[in-house]
Each structure stands twice: as structure tokens, then as C-alpha cells.
């Protein structure tokens, strides 16, 4: 390799090495800001709370012991010729 050309290789390695290194101090500070909360979005796009479906939640005692405790199948297969 020429020297003009090592120097062009160096010079493109250290541009893309400090663009790097930019990129992870830009998504460090937004990823900071998204956890603490501390971004400037509108209420729409900031949680204000508890969720909330507007439907009324009721909550029932569950039966004590099961209805169907062993399954039964309803059908038998015939057994076909050849298993027997």
C-alpha cells in the first residue's frame, strides 16, 4: 500500500471510529431520558397512570373442586386390521 493511501485509510478509520462513538453518546442520553421519564412528549405519548379499558372488573370465588376430574372420551376408534 502507498503511503497517501495509509494515510486515507487512517483518516476514514478514525472518521468512522468517532461516528461510533457519537451514536452510542446520542442513544445513551435518549435511552436515559426514556426511563427517567424526562422527555417532552404530550400527555397522549407519556403514561399518566394507571391503565384503564373503561369495563367493570368483578371478581368471583372459584369452584372448590372440578367439574370433570378424569376425561372421557366420547368415542372409541375401531382398532384396525393388522393391530391385533
Known sequence: MKPNQQKIVRLLAALIAASAI???AV???A???EQT???TG???TEAGGG???GVTITTTTPPTALLNPVA???KKAAIPKGFR
Open 27 to 29: 442513544l445513551a442520553v
Open 42 to 44: 404530550t400527555g397522549a
Open 72 to 74: 372421557q372420551p366420547t
Open 31 to 33: 435511552l436515559n431520558e
Open 37 to 39: 421519564g424526562t422527555g
Open 22 to 24: 457519537v451514536v452510542m
Open 51 to 53: 391503565m384503564s379499558t
